[in-house]
């Protein structure tokens, strides 16, 4: 079971998000509404006593809710000669969420778990992956055309820790416990 933590999104986000699919990028695979979601630690696969020690690991971050705000779209692969692979919607620079994120790394770290194989935090919510055929053009249009996309502020009160299932219609995702913040 791969699991991971996360911020999940109220769903008049996650209906404005879903407002950004098209029809137009024609090998997409657009991530179903429920599913948004900013993470902040992906666990993999871990076996159940490795599971419930972090999961007491998270019960004990005690950081303070913030506001946040999702503004801008991007991709992954950044940069003009690479293929497109995912669609994201970047994070408004976030103190409160860099402070949840650290905590998090570090109680996960501190019950064993590795560090996270990517060496910085980058956070966004994905909207979609793209298939190596979809046109680099209609990528382009996309972007230019939701380039000054910018969603009201939220609070964030809590995060929660998910576990991943992929499908035959991609990954779904299912908490398996939340944490507030404050």
């Not at 599971?51 to 779209?73: S, Y």
């Not at 293929?83 to 905590?103: F, H, S």
């Not at 910018?150 to 964030?156: A, G, H, N, S």
Request: glycine share 6%; with cysteine.
């Amino acid at each position: 079971m791969n699991t991971f933590t996360a911020i999940g999104l109220p769903d008049h986000l996650r209906d404005t998000l879903a407002e950004l699919r098209t029809s137009d990028l024609t090998t997409t695979r657009w991530v179903q509404p429920e599913d948004f979601h900013i993470t902040l630690r992906f666990l993999g696969a871990i076996d159940p006593a490795a599971l419930r020690t972090h999961r007491e690991a998270l019960r004990t971050v005690q950081e303070e809710p913030f506001d946040l705000t999702l503004r801008g779209i991007g991709r992954f692969p950044e940069g003009a000669s690479a293929q497109p692979r995912v669609l994201w919607v970047g994070i408004t620079p976030c103190p409160g969420l860099d402070v949840l994120q650290a905590a998090v790394s570090d109680v996960l770290r501190a019950g064993g778990l590795p560090d996270d194989r990517y060496s910085s935090y980058s956070p966004h919510v994905t909207l979609a992956r793209l298939d190596a055929r979809e046109p680099t053009a209609a990528v382009a249009e996309f972007l230019s055309a939701h380039a000054e996309l910018e969603l009201p502020t939220v609070r964030v009160d809590r995060f929660s820790l998910y576990q991943s299932h992929l499908d035959s219609d991609g990954p779904n995702y299912k908490p398996l416990e939340h944490y507030d913040l404050g």
